[in-house]
């Protein structure tokens, strides 16, 4: 990975306090200026993270890596999505009793003038249905300080929204998985792997999609959704929308400044679109498109 010399930072605002001297980190001066603004400090982290001072680096990635995760739990829980009534005998889980599907139970109860049971009721309950979720993170072109905080950000709120079926990608002209569906790895180490990407390459869309279905088809989970965190504007590869067309379910998420393009592709493609407008924006914005 390409480092960057210190004097790159210098003349960054609030720098200078967060690292006084060569090979320093002030972890309370961190959390000070993350609890004033939190885009401005995460964004200068994930480009600390990338500095030539070795030591510097690794601190700044391990403080923005936690930052990351706090700004993602802050958000909604919930990952949405359709449920449904499941039902089950009264002995081997809990719910409202269905008094027509138990009545055979309890008649037959009666008619040999024994009490009725657990094992004679049947209960109906809510399931909400589990969710895969496959995040796509477009790192072609430029990879600064706030695509790389947007794009950890992106990845903690996924983690916690779908802790045991998730999946991050990272796509240029080349398509990285960061985590595989199949591979148990932290969400902290994730989003760590996340803030070391750096912009590479032209923006082969496709192959990016094409590599989330991929990941989303070995899941066994009900409702599996790919989450794309792009611009949408495809340089290379084949045809973006056709590979969006494949998918289950796909979400959109773009900058608000810069969300046209998306907007217009997540139309085309039949998919759910929302901006973000800064970090604190993300969690709530993947809660969004997961809702429908």
């Known amino acids: 990975m390409r480092t960057t010399p210190r004097g790159h930072y210098e003349g960054q605002p609030g720098f200078r306090l967060l690292s006084p001297e060569t090979g320093t980190l002030d972890a309370a001066e961190v959390a000070e200026q993350a609890s004033a603004d939190p885009d401005q400090t995460l964004a200068l982290l994930a480009d600390m993270a990338a500095a030539a001072d070795r030591r510097m680096a690794a601190l700044a990635a391990r403080l923005a890596g936690r930052l990351a995760l706090d700004l993602a739990r802050a958000g909604p829980s919930s990952a949405g999505g359709v449920g449904r009534l499941e039902l089950g005998r009264a002995d081997r889980c809990t719910g409202d009793i269905d008094i027509d599907r138990s009545l055979d139970g309890l008649l037959e109860a009666r008619s040999v003038n024994r009490a009725c049971s657990l094992e004679d009721l049947w209960v109906q309950r809510w399931q909400r249905p589990a969710t895969a979720i496959t995040l796509v993170v477009d790192r072609s072109g430029s990879m600064g300080g706030p695509r790389l905080a947007a794009a950890a950000v992106a990845a903690a709120a996924c983690a916690l929204r779908a802790p045991q079926q998730w999946s991050t990608l990272a796509f240029g002209d080349q398509v990285v998985a960061i985590k595989s569906t199949d591979r148990d790895r932290p969400a902290a180490a994730v989003v760590d792997d996340v803030l070391r990407l750096r912009g590479y390459g032209t923006t082969d869309l496709a192959a990016a999609l094409d590599a989330a279905q991929a990941q989303l088809q070995r899941c066994t989970a009900r409702r599996r959704v790919a989450v794309l965190l792009s611009d949408c504007r495809a340089t290379a ?54 809702q429908g």
């Open 237 to 290: 590869g084949g045809d973006p929308l056709r590979s969006a067309r494949r998918l289950d379910e796909l979400c959109v998420i773009a900058p608000a400044g810069d969300s046209a393009d998306a907007e217009a592709f997540a139309s085309a493609a039949g998919a759910r679109f929302t901006t973000i407008t800064n970090l604190r924006s993300i969690p709530q914005a993947v809660a969004t498109v997961l």
